[in-house]
Structures are given as C-alpha cells and as structure tokens.
C-alpha cells in the first residue's frame, strides 16, 4: 500500500499541470497512466510543434452547458503565465496566426518541460498502469487498486481527456469514474472535426478534393473565418473544424464563400458581360470548385444572360450557401470531446465536486471545450493550476 496527498489519473497537459503545482506546495504527487508514454496528445500536436496556447484565450471561446464556469480557472493562469514557464526553459515559441502559440523547439521540448518541473516535486509516475478500482473509504480517502500497486490518497484527481483521437489512448475511463460517484455527464459528441455529406448530394464535389479557400462558416450563432477544405467525404479546414462543435445534426450550415466581395454589387456592374459565371467567380474562388458550384447552384451561363432576380439568388446563395452535414468522421478525427462532466457539479476555483469532498475533474473530461488553436491546451493548464493550488 502506497500512501500519499494526492493520486493524479492521466499524465497529460493537465495531469502534469496539476501534479506541479501540487508539488510545489508539499504535496506528494502520484501519477498514474495506462500509457506507457507521457503525453501523446501533446506529442501530436500542432503536426509535431506543439499549439501550447492562444494569447486570445478568454471565456468566449469555450463552449459549456455552464458558459461561465472556466472564468474563474483562465483569469488564475493565463496564456502569459505558461509562457513565462516556457522562458524559464528557454524554450522558444512563435505565432503563426491568430494569436496561435508554437513551440520553437517542437512538442518534445514541451514535454521535457513539463517532466523536468515534475521531477523538480518529487512527483512519482507509474505508466502502463491499468486502473482495476477506486473506492471512498469512511475516512474519505480513496483506496485505489491497480494493475501495480495499491495506493490509498486523500486528493483524487481526474485528468484522463476525452474521446478524441482513440489511436492515442483516449477511453470513457474519466466519465466511468464519475457515474460512480453520482456526478452527472452532459451530452458528448465529437468536436473540432470534419463534416460528412451523403455520397450521392457530395459526389459532385468528391473529386475536388483537396482544394481549399477562406470563408465564413456559421454554425447558429456562430461565425468563423479561416480556410475551408473540400474533402472526398464532406468539408474540412479550420474554419468548418470551428463550427464543427457548435453544429447539431440535422442543421444547415451557412458558409459565405466569397467574404472579401460584395457580388451583389459585382454582378450589377458586370450584368452585360459574355462570360460564364464560372469563370467570373474563379477570380476568387478556386476555377474547378466555382465550375461544379455553378453546375450545382445554376445554369452556368454568361453574365448578360441573367435577369435582376436570378442575379440577386446567386449572390445571395454565395454569400450564404446553405448545406447540411449528414455527420462527422467522428472521434477518430475529432481534436476534442465536446461535453464532459457536468461543470455545476464542481467549484469553479478549485475543480472539485462539491459532493464528493477530495474528488477533482480537469481538463478534457470536464464540459469545457476550446476553439481551434491553442485553446484547449489553456484550459488544460488553467484547470490543472486550479486542481493544483487545492489538492
């Protein structure tokens, strides 16, 4: 039997956050992972360099049943703070777009970091480490059961992320311990991921596949501009990665495909024109998707051959293509998991369940998800700082 203050499940950006910060105060830290390497999600990130964090992080870029509950944790540890972590290593970043922040030195050195400021604490890991129980003794301690040893702990700590992107080792394990102790999951579903459409409506499109250009995609209420990507299956890129995790199934999508003009207007000064629609779009969108767009949408005909209303329809459906989404590519494409444990049932300071003294959720697990682009790894480091400072 191994005791200790605290027992950390999952050695991710959040785990590791939690496990320094518990260190730091005295604590003796135990992480445990049925991995048998640090942080993969962090060693694939950013195609290998690492989108540690986005300097635009603030509350409004989250979506939670509970919009206000990350507040808290993101005022506490911000984007400057882990960057300072980062000076202290010199390790060096750069921002791509955005407000996008890359590791310099590529997503082992974030890694390292975070290794070496565990083993400044004195923090014991166990990878390759399989969970077989956790249960709360009347003391209130939790006795856990592994595949190594047991280990009895007054601070329990949840860090295991989501669903996305099984292939790395991602479970439900995280919303299993939470159904054991009676704290409530909201609806999960795959977020920050490719959209699908029905062969037959999509065949037209399949075979332009890779080609790629800005738009504003919306999902309700929400807009995001960045690329948009045709697929074999349906549509990618950031901006429909974005809207991705604000879509319902059974929605349309609107996507105005050419932001920078207005066609309304072009399309009145060009109505004497002979040449084809087509080719008149393919001076902003790409020349093969504007052909199969127009094929789709209309009659491909020469300007001079529409009439005031069918011009006014086609700039319409261009600035507001309205498409709907058959579904996803699901988790094995997902960046994240959208929903998680029930955010009400924890305290907004600290992460702890309010009803289960000692038990914390953080990270991925946990009803809070990140937009595109550093966002997510923020809230790993804010929430596992949160954990850390209470544990």
């Known amino acids: ?30 992480l445990l992972d049925h991995a048998k390497k640090l942080a993969e999600k962090i060693r694939i990130s950013g195609g290998g360099n690492c989108n ?13 049943e509970n919009p206000h509950f990350c507040r808290s944790a993101l005022a506490r540890y911000t984007p400057q703070n882990f960057i300072a972590l980062l000076k202290k290593h010199n390790i060096g970043f750069h921002e791509k777009k955005l407000g996008q922040l890359f590791s310099g030195a590529g997503s082992d050195a ?8 565990c083993d400044a604490q004195a923090v014991k890991r166990h990878m390759g480490t399989t969970i077989q129980s956790i249960e709360r003794r009347p003391s209130g301690h939790f006795h856990l059961e592994t595949s190594r ?12 992320g989501g669903l996305s992107i099984p292939k790395v080792g991602a479970t439900p394990f995280g919303y299993r311990i939470a159904e054991q102790f009676g704290i409530p999951v909201t609806k999960l579903k795959a977020g920050l991921v490719p959209l699908t459409f029905a062969p037959e409506q999509w065949k037209p499109y399949a075979d332009l596949t890779g080609v790629s250009f800005p738009a504003i995609v919306s999902a309700g209420k929400q807009s995001f501009r960045e690329d948009l990507l045709v697929t074999h299956r349906g549509l990618s890129g950031p901006a429909i990665l974005q809207a991705s995790s604000y879509w319902q199934p059974g929605s349309a999508l609107s996507i105005d495909l050419l932001p920078d003009v207005d066609m309304r207007e072009l399309l009145v000064e060009n109505k004497g024109s002979k040449k084809l629609l087509s080719n008149f779009l393919a001076q902003w969108l790409p020349k093969s998707f ?3 767009w127009c094929s789709q949408a209309f009659e491909n005909r020469p300007l001079n051959q529409y009439n ?60 809070v998800t990140g937009w595109l682009g550093g966002y997510n790894f923020q809230w790993a480091w804010s929430s596992g700082f949160a954990a850390g400072q209470s544990v």
């Open 1 to 30: 039997m191994m005791k200790c203050d605290v027992v950390i499940i999952g050695s991710g950006a959040a785990g590791m956050m939690c496990a320094i910060q518990a260190g730091m105060r005295g604590r003796s830290v135990v």
């Open 52 to 64: 540690f964090t986005n300097i635009h992080a603030r509350p409004e870029c989250y979506i939670s």
């Open 110 to 117: 974030i890694i390292s970091m975070l290794k070496e400021e």
């Open 149 to 160: 040893d047991e280990f009895e702990t007054v601070s329990l700590v949840i860090a295991t």
């Open 290 to 292: 504007a052909e199969v």
């Open 308 to 367: 005031e209303k069918q011009r006014e329809m086609i700039a319409s459906r261009l600035h507001g293509w309205q498409v709907t989404p058959s579904g996803t590519l699901g988790y094995a494409k997902a960046e994240v998991t959208c929903g998680g444990v029930d955010t009400r049932a924890l305290s907004s300071k600290t992460m702890e369940c309010k009803d289960v003294p000692g038990l914390y959720f953080i990270g991925e697990v946990v009803d």
